[in-house]
């Protein structure tokens, strides 16, 4: 069993920046993938980054790419999400997660989630 715990949410303004944290537990956080994901009102839950296990291989998607940053410290058993010049359309509860859905970028194939944490972009 995995437990995931997201902080670091909070309301920012346009252009601004928020680095959200996932601290893991229940089992050897250094041999899973992990990632992050999103989901905004009345929208499916989209993928956002993924961190291989030994923090080698990053993947984002294509809308936060070159402004959000995931990192990890398997020493922590944390994972970072480090979001810059964010938009309105960034506004989302954004989700730490496992599984094979972090690498196919499918929801539906994640073992487990976080309970999420709301980020709110302002103009």
């Known amino acids: 069993q995995v437990q995931l715990v997201e902080s670091g949410g909070g309301l920012v303004q346009t252009g601004g920046s928020l680095r959200l944290s996932c601290q893991a537990s229940g089992r050897t956080f250094s041999r899973d993938i992990m990632g992050w994901f999103r989901q905004s009102p009345g929208k499916e839950r989209e993928f956002v980054a993924a961190i291989s296990e030994n923090g080698v291989n990053i993947v984002y998607a294509n809308s936060v790419k070159g402004r959000f940053t995931i990192s990890r410290d398997n020493g922590k058993n944390t994972v970072d999400l480090q979001m810059n010049s964010l938009k309105l359309e960034d506004t989302a509860v954004y989700y730490c997660?496992?599984?094979?859905?972090?690498?196919?970028?499918?929801?539906?194939?994640?073992?487990?989630w976080g309970q999420g944490t709301q980020v709110t972009v302002s103009s």
């Open positions: 997660a496992t599984g094979l859905g972090v690498i196919t970028a499918r929801p539906t194939q994640i073992d487990y």
